[in-house]
């Protein structure tokens, strides 16, 4: 198993950027490809980004793409997402997740078996 606590979120102002974080405890982080994903109120939870075990793929929203890099290390035991360029529209709550490798597209959530808590990004105009 694997537990995850994300932090960095906060308030920032349209244009701005922020980093998120994900600290994961155990010892096997490799073993599993990390995602990301927002919700925001009244919506579906989506898919924001995902990196593979040994990082050399990457996955990105339509949305976010070309404004939000993700990115790992494997010796610390984190998974951040740099969010750049943010828009009012970005505004969610954020939780990274990880699953063991898994034929199914990185874009489902149902495939992550383990979730953080969530911090809140919030967007101003």
């Known amino acids: 198993q694997v537990q995850l606590v994300e932090s960095g979120g906060g308030l920032v102002q349209a244009g701005g950027s922020l980093r998120l974080s994900c600290a994961a405890s155990?010892?096997?982080?490799?073993?599993?490809?990390m995602g990301w994903f927002r919700q925001a109120p009244g919506k579906e939870r989506e898919f924001v980004a995902a990196?593979?075990?040994?990082?050399?793929?990457?996955f990105y929203a339509d949305s976010v793409k070309g404004r939000f890099t993700s990115s790992r290390n494997n010796a610390k035991n984190t998974a951040d997402l740099e969010m750049d360029s943010l828009k009012p529209e970005d505004t969610a709550v954020y939780y990274c997740?990880?699953?063991?490798?898994?034929?199914?597209?990185?874009?489902?959530?149902?495939?992550?078996?383990?979730w953080g808590q969530g911090t809140q990004v919030t967007v101003s105009s």
């Open positions: 155990g010892r096997t982080f490799t073993s599993y490809d």
């Open positions: 997740a990880a699953r063991r490798p898994d034929s199914r597209s990185v874009f489902y959530a149902h495939t992550y078996a383990y």
């Open positions: 990196i593979s075990r040994d990082g050399a793929s990457t």
